[in-house]
């Protein structure tokens, strides 16, 4: 039914076509490896296989923009749906309702580490703490160095991501919802980690690592070993950036 999301965006593309009357149903096989509820973009995963997948079956007469723009609007927002299409990193700004997106590359070779802790925290949960205005300091402290880290990643200079991972506007308010993730952030830099974040909403914390370090497996141990000390169990994931984005197999 309706609460099954992958049918949901199925039935949002079809019904913006003449299927919409024809198919009334599916039988759909989901291989999930992506931990939900967990700031990791389960959903928005969700919404593009689902759009993607139908999209294929009447011929694809949608372009990447226009299911863009169906995930955006299924979703709320393009933040997660846009690099899970798309691939690569993904800035997007909406206005006027309509979605636009630029996805890239890093000129530095990176990979992964996620701390994914035992328990769920959904999202709705994790934005009720947050405040509804905040001050113009902390905006603008977000907003260099959000402009900071797509500057280093396109220019491959890596000794600027020390200025980068600090954060005034929504982990401050989340710590208190995710025990351990401030040790497990530490723990990741002190492990040689060139920075780590609340992943998403939470409550999953992941560190970006520069690749020829070769050190994820020890900035991993890190980041459990942090959350275990505040008694919170976690599992790690190492994880490479996908450069191609949905596609059909």
Known sequence: DDKNIVWKSFKTLFDKTSFGAEYKGAVIKMENHIPMSRGLGSSAAAIVAGL?????????????QELL???????????????????GFTVSVVSGGKVQTLSFLPKIQMNFVLAVPNFL?????ARQVLPK??????????ISRASMMIAALIKGKDRFFRYVFDDAIHQPYRKDLVPGMKE?????????????A????GPAVIAFNIERQNNATEVASAMTQAF????????SMILNLDTRGAHII
Request: glycine content about 10%.
């Open 52 to 64: 993607k997948a139908a999209n294929a079956i009447i011929g694809s007469p949608f372009n990447r």
């Open 69 to 87: 723009q169906l995930a955006t609007d299924i979703e709320g927002h393009p933040d997660n749906v846009a690099p899970a299409l798309l691939g």
């Open 121 to 125: 925290l959904p999202t709705w949960q």
């Open 133 to 142: 205005d905040v001050p113009m300091k902390d905006a603008i402290f977000n």
């Open 184 to 196: 497990a952030i530490e723990a990741a830099r002190k492990a040689g980690a060139i920075g780590a």
């Open 198 to 201: 609340l992943s998403g909403a």
């Open 228 to 235: 275990a000390s505040k008694g919170v169990n976690a599992k």
